[in-house]
Each structure stands twice: as C-alpha cells, then as structure tokens.
T-cell receptor, first 112, second 112 residues
Framework: AQSVTQPDIHITVSEGASLELRCNYS??????LFWYVQSPGQGLQLLLK??????LVQGIKGFEAEFKRSQSSFNLRKPSVHWSDAAEYFC??????????FGAGTRLTVKP | SQTIHQWPATLVQPVGSPLSLECTVE??????LYWYRQAAGRGLQLLFY??????ISSEVPQNLSASRPQDRQFILSSKKLLLSDSGFYLC???????????FGPGTRLTVL
C-alpha cells in the first residue's frame, strides 16, 4: 500500500534563510506526487506536482521540489523564506484521482 | 474557472445532534468529489468520495454518511454527532484532466 512520511513535524527557520521540507513515500510504481500548503483555518492550496519528466519541478510562490526515485523522496525547497510562508505543508502521493495519501504535515514557523 | 464552496465555515454542535455540511463546485461538470477530515495536529483522512450522482464510496466506517444529490453538490451528514467528530472538514474536487485534487476552504466543526 502506498504511504507518505513527513519526518519533521515542526520546523523553524529565519526569514531569508533557505528551506527544505522532507517527504518520503512508499509505492510500487512511479507515483503522482504533490505538495500542498495550508494556512491556519484555510483549505489546502496546491504548490506543485510531479507526474513524469523533469525531476525538478517548479511551483508557485517560489517553491520547487525534486523527485529522487532512488531515495523515494520528493523534498520541497525554497531558497529564501518569507514570513508569509509560515503555514502547514502536506506532501501527498497518488496513483490516480481516487487514491491519494497525505502525510501528517510539517508546520513551518518563520522567525523575523 | 472552477471554484469550490463549503458551508458553514464554522459550526458548534452539541453531542447527539444532527449534522449537515454542504460542498458545491462551480465551473466544471461531473467532477469526482471528496470529503476529508483533519483532526488537530494530524494529516488528512479521506472519509468519502463520489464519482457521480448517487455514487458514494466510504473509506472509513463511522457514524457519518455522504450524499450527492446533484452533479456538483456533495453533502456530509450525521444523525447523531459524537465528540470525536470534532475537526476540520475539507471538501475537494478532482480535475480529471490533470489528475489533481483541489480543496475548498473547509468547515471547522466543534462538538461539545
């Protein structure tokens, strides 16, 4: 069965510092991979997704993620974090539209 | 463009009372629709999904039910709420052409 692990429950970074949020998945084939962001009390917004092709994916708000098959990872990165990036981030893996699994989320705090 | 609405945004209900949460999607036809629950500090749990009017698949046995009376309407119900039903309920629709789920703003349910 497919599963997603986000090893970091909470991360704190300083504004302007770089960010990397980890995501590891378990799946028998090449999955569809997603990163969503959730601000407090809001729904989830899609940041980026990977289906196939170039393993480095660009998303909105200056985020990118890299698919590494050998490590079963899909880590999210941003070179310079802004205070508005403080939110909860969810990695998800799917084999199709009705078969998505979400990680438990990583809460990002940004220090001024 | 497509939009997804949920109401109410916030709800406080006593234990044992009924529940009805509504989700509607605009700007698309025959979407797949989903209900998720997000408990405090936890990831998303898929509760129900629907691929068409009157077609409901349940992922987790519980005292909740779902219905899809119209193509773009998805309702989550309960006859008697439990304390454990408290949480943040998210509706999502699937863009089948992009194999991607998009989320509504959510409903915060507190059962007292």
């Amino acid at each position: 069965a497919q599963s997603v692990t986000q090893p970091d429950i909470h991360i704190t970074v300083s504004e302007g510092a770089s960010l990397e949020l980890r995501c590891n998945y378990s799946y028998g084939a090449t999955p569809y991979l997603f990163w969503y962001v959730q601000s407090p009390g809001q729904g989830l917004q899609l940041l980026l997704k990977y289906f196939s092709g170039d393993t480095l994916v660009q998303g909105i708000k200056g985020f990118e993620a890299e698919f590494k098959r050998s490590q079963s990872s899909f880590n999210l990165r941003k070179p310079s974090v802004h205070w508005s990036d403080a939110a909860e981030y969810f990695c998800a893996v799917g084999a199709g539209s009705n078969d998505m699994r979400f990680g438990a989320g990583t809460r990002l705090t940004v220090k001024p | 463009s497509q939009t997804i609405h949920q109401w109410p945004a916030t709800l406080v209900q006593p234990v044992g009372s009924p529940l009805s949460l509504e989700c509607t999607v605009e700007g698309t036809s025959n979407p797949n629709l989903y209900w998720y629950r997000q408990a405090a500090g936890r990831g998303l749990q898929l509760l129900f999904y629907s691929v068409g009017i009157g077609q409901i698949s349940s992922e987790v046995p519980q005292n909740l039910s779902a219905s899809r009376p119209q193509d773009r309407q998805f309702i989550l119900s309960s006859k008697k709420l439990l304390l454990s039903d408290s949480g943040f309920y998210l509706c999502a629709w699937n863009d089948l052409s992009a194999d991607t789920q998009y989320f509504g703003p959510g409903t915060r349910l507190t059962v007292l």
